[in-house]
């Protein structure tokens, strides 16, 4: 089973995500901010990330350029994020994210998005 990190500062996006996932199939951790999800990441190996960029401590810019400098099992990383600018897109991917989505995210949209980047889609 895969196993995904949802990393959101707010418990109602974590449990909107968590559901819409778990329904999917897929083994859902949650962390509240970048510093929780790193502790998390270096204990065990997760499949996909989806982050937050907006959190308390260590943002989600910062939780990937973290992990991405890190001697870690890499995985992709989805942000999720109320920034729409072109700008936030770009250091989003700068900062190691694969792919980036604009909240609110349609259940379909991130789960469409999460079965691609885990090689799950059928053709």
Do not use: W
């Given at each position: 089973?895969?196993?995904?990190?949802?990393?959101?500062d707010a418990a109602t996006v974590r449990m909107?995500?968590?559901?819409?996932?778990?329904?999917?199939?897929?083994?859902?951790?949650?962390?509240?901010?970048?510093?929780?999800?790193?502790?998390?990441?270096?204990?065990?190996?997760y499949d996909l990330y989806v982050v937050d960029?907006?959190?308390?401590?260590?943002?989600?810019?910062?939780?990937?350029?973290?992990?991405?400098?890190?001697?870690?099992?890499?995985?992709?990383?989805?942000?999720?994020?109320?920034?729409?600018?072109?700008?936030?897109?770009?250091?989003?991917?700068?900062?190691?994210?694969?792919?980036?989505?604009?909240?609110?995210?349609?259940?379909?949209?991130?789960l469409g998005q999460v079965q691609l980047l885990?090689?799950?889609?059928?053709?």
């Amino acid at each position: 089973m895969k196993r995904i990190l949802v990393i959101d500062d707010a418990a109602t996006v974590r449990m909107y995500h968590r559901n819409t996932l778990e329904a999917a199939g897929f083994e859902v951790h949650e962390a509240v901010n970048g510093i929780e999800a790193l502790e998390k990441a270096l204990q065990c190996a997760y499949d996909l990330y989806v982050v937050d960029i907006n959190m308390p401590k260590l943002d989600g810019y910062g939780f990937l350029r973290e992990l991405r400098s890190r001697d870690l099992p890499q995985a992709p990383a989805i942000m999720v994020s109320t920034e729409a600018e072109p700008d936030d897109e770009a250091r989003a991917f700068a900062a190691g994210a694969n792919l980036y989505l604009t909240k609110p995210v349609k259940p379909d949209q991130l789960l469409g998005q999460v079965q691609l980047l885990l090689g799950e889609v059928n053709p």
